[in-house]
């Protein structure tokens, strides 16, 4: 019997003493000490009653146990839904909740605030911290190392991602393993990797860059990451000598030009930067030349359907454009009212199709039929253009979505929020430029009819209940917001009037 998935990334390496892992204090991880590990973790959550098809919810730290929790439920065909380690414990509950996961791992530190929950829901409760220890590894050490890899199907889930939305509620997209692999192997032949490859691994592992772009590409390469809690700029540049490829959201390219030590010197020698999550501005890519003599290979994907585009590994990689559709992609620029095709060179709304495209937001079934066509075909909500050479830019988003450092952010979310405090009437909050972090929140307020809300406790409401990353950075009160003729407000104004707040460093 198969399990694609685990065959493909995970089983081919069995046995292979050499490293998968380099670790930031020198040490490294075998591929078989890894694979054993996962193995040991997958016993543990079989012998805890999960079934396959069960939700395995991890909010955890990087470490080398938490991507082999990965490698375990792909192995025991649970489905993992990793968790930024930023959401507060009222948006872990309604993950928990939404996705009817049967076990959720937390670090040791969150176990008192999330146990409740946990018993609440029925869901069961194990820890792992960021040194690798916890109840979780406890238990699997005292397991065995081999385990018999439970049969999957390409359209078995492999992994849900929760996405946010435009109407406030996240909503869990569902990945089956064939989304995964098939978009893993085309890249990984798209960008050349192989065993030899060395990748500089910074990024976060609860989001589609780290975990599927980045680890599930070393995985069908065979190559080895070296295996960074965070962007730590002293590390990266202590580390890169030793990488041949590194993967990034523009904010790890803007902070490496910012420091002198980041040399043409240091990364003579490497073969690849790949960029995405996030638009990198046409200047940074050209900062980028001039400094190293190397040409970052930006590309463009979403949670809901993994990478779309891609500049070409040989061909130009063109500054400010995210490149061609990949092998296996369809992509057509529509009309967004019509969702006709509109000619070549103009702005339309980017829809995309092909294997990578995901099964659908989960139980809800109106939300996966406004935004996934029955010929498969999946609506991005991004606006590009695709020139007459082919390549295509993104311009836009026909979606009110803000981009902080590679986090998405849904504005309604947070003004929900905002709207519910005393003394205020309404609210609309907008991304602004900002030099660290391409975006930034920013909020205006309007105050009810003679009252004088206080900003700081209107501040400190929105603080309490949403990841750091989503915190308005500023709020400023405002008399009215600008509204068209039929009473939307008009963001791009409001963008457009606070454009320079945040712009400098
Ligand atoms: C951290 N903070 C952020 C933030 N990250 N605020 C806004 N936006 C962010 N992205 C907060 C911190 O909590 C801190 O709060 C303050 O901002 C400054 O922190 P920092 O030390 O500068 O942050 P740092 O740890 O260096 O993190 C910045 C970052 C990180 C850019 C390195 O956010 C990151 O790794 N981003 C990558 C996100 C990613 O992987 N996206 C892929 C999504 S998948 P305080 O209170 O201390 O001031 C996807 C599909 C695709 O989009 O195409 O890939
Ligand atoms: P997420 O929901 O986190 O998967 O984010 C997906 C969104 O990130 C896309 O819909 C785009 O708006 C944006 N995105 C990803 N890559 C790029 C890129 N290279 N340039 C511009 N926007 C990007």
Redesign the pocket.
């Known amino acids: 019997m198969v399990n694609p998935l685990f065959d493909r990334l995970f089983a081919r390496h069995s046995g292979r003493g050499d490293p998968f892992l380099h670790l930031p204090d020198g040490s490294t991880m075998s591929y078989a000490d890894f694979l054993g590990q996962a193995a040991r973790i997958a016993h543990v959550l079989r012998d805890a009653g999960l079934q396959p098809g069960d939700r395995v919810a991890a909010q955890v730290e990087k470490s080398p146990q938490a991507l082999a929790l990965y490698g375990a439920c792909a192995q025991g065909g649970f489905v993992f839904l990793p968790l930024n380690t ?1 959401y507060t414990v009222d948006e872990l509950t309604y993950f928990f909740e939404d996705s009817g996961a049967a076990l959720i791992v937390c670090d040791a530190g969150q176990a008192a605030a999330l146990a409740p929950i946990a018993d609440r829901l029925g869901a069961q409760l194990e820890t792992l911290n960021a040194d690798g220890s916890g109840s979780l590894t406890g238990k699997a050490a005292s397991r065995p190392d081999s385990f018999a890899t439970v049969p999957r199907g390409p359209d078995d889930l492999a992994a849900i991602l929760y996405t946010s939305g435009t109407t406030g509620r996240s909503k869990g997209a569902m990945l089956s393993q064939d989304n995964l692999l098939s978009n893993a192997e085309t890249l990984a032949d798209y960008w050349r990797f192989t065993a030899r490859d060395v990748l500089l691994h ?3 592992i609860f ?4 975990l599927f ?1 980045a680890t599930n590409v070393t995985l069908v390469a065979g190559g080895s990451m070296i295996f960074l809690p ?3 700029i002293d590390r990266m540049i202590a580390w890169l000598p030793k990488a041949t490829t590194m993967m ?2 523009p ?2 390219y803007t ?1 490496l030009l910012d420091d002198p030590r980041f040399t043409r010197d240091l990364v003579a020698h490497m073969r690849l930067f790949v960029s ?3 638009p990198l501005l046409a200047e940074t890519h050209i900062r980028f030349e001039e400094r190293t003599g190397h040409r970052i290979l930006e ?5 809901e359907t993994n ?1 779309n585009t891609s500049n070409p590994y040989d061909g130009e990689r063109r500054a400010g454009t995210v490149g061609f559709p990949l092998p296996g992609v369809d992509l057509k620029v529509c009309d967004p009212e019509t969702g006709a095709e509109v000619p070549t060179g103009e702005v339309g709304q980017i829809e995309v199709r092909g294997r990578n495209v995901f099964k659908g937001y989960w139980q809800m079934p109106d939300k996966t039929a406004a935004e996934l066509r029955a010929d498969g075909f999946f609506i991005t909500g991004d606006l590009g253009i695709r020139d007459a050479d082919g390549y295509v830019t993104i311009v836009g988003r026909n979606k009110d979505l803000i ?6 952010i849904y504005p309604k979310e947070i003004e929900l929020i905002l709207d519910e405090q005393p003394g205020v009437l309404e609210s609309a909050v907008i991304g602004v430029p900002h030099a ?2 391409g975006e ?2 920013l909020a205006l307020i309007v105050a009810e009819p003679g009252a004088r809300p206080d900003l700081e406790a209107v501040s400190a409401a929105a603080r309490a209940r949403l990841a ?2 989503k ?1 308005p950075r500023r709020l400023i009160l405002v008399d009215e917001l600008p509204r068209n003729t039929m009473g939307k407000v008009q963001k791009n104004i409001l963008r457009d009037t606070y454009k320079d707040l945040f712009a400098e460093a």
Do not use: C, K, Q, W
């Open positions: 930023a910074a990024l976060p989001h589609t860059h780290g772009v965070r962007l730590d990034g959201v904010t790890f902070r995405g999550s996030a590309r463009y994907g979403m949670t990478m981009i902080s450092g590679g986090y998405n660290d972090f930034t929140v750091r990353f915190h």
